[in-house]
């Protein structure tokens, strides 16, 4: 899977992979009455994959288009007008509040060799007391993930004397 945007994934596509989240709906106070909070998440080169002919205002459009198609497809009734606040967090902005390597939030990469098993081990091979735990080490990204990235690291400091 290339992400959209990318040199390698060429034109963008009609369709996209994204997540939605909308706490408003198990939770009123997330939104004014009679409206919704709605957040949709969708992964785009990072600034180290974005293609030369591409920038992030265009994939903002592209975006926010095809996400809202989806969504209407799936039946929800919902379009441009329905945004009252919109906020997006290209990758510099991940990069410059995280210092996340080209605002590469999602990890250093989702191709094979970074998929599960393949992902850099939380225990440095080559330097005593090194660990490492995130969204580009075993097991993976997601808050799930991580925090159990962060209990296997934890449990390896104590097993191996240092905490």
């Not at 996209?16 to 709605?38: E, I, Q, R």
């Not at 180290?48 to 975006?63: I, K, Q, T």
């Not at 198609?69 to 009734?77: E, F, K, Y």
């Not at 997601?142 to 240092?162: N, Q």
């Amino acid at each position: 899977w290339e992400r959209p945007g990318s040199a390698a994934a060429g034109e963008l596509p009609r369709a996209c992979n994204f997540y939605v989240h909308v706490p408003s709906k198990t939770d009123a106070t997330a939104a004014p009455a009679g409206g919704h909070s709605v957040m949709a998440l969708l992964p785009v080169a990072n600034a180290g994959e974005l293609a030369p002919n591409r920038g992030y205002d265009e994939l903002v459009s592209w975006g926010r288009d095809a996400v809202l198609a989806q969504m209407r497809a799936a039946g929800v009734d919902i379009g441009p007008e329905s945004i009252v606040c919109e906020e997006v967090t290209p990758p510099r902005a991940w990069e410059a509040a995280y210092n996340l390597q080209n605002g590469a939030a999602f990890g250093l990469s989702h191709g094979l060799g970074q998929l599960g098993w393949f992902r850099p081990r939380n225990k440095d091979d080559r330097v005593e007391g090194l660990y490492y735990v995130g969204a580009s080490t075993h097991p993976g990204n997601g808050v799930p993930l991580v925090l159990t990235g962060a209990r296997l690291v934890a449990e390896r400091i104590a097993e191996d004397g240092w905490g």
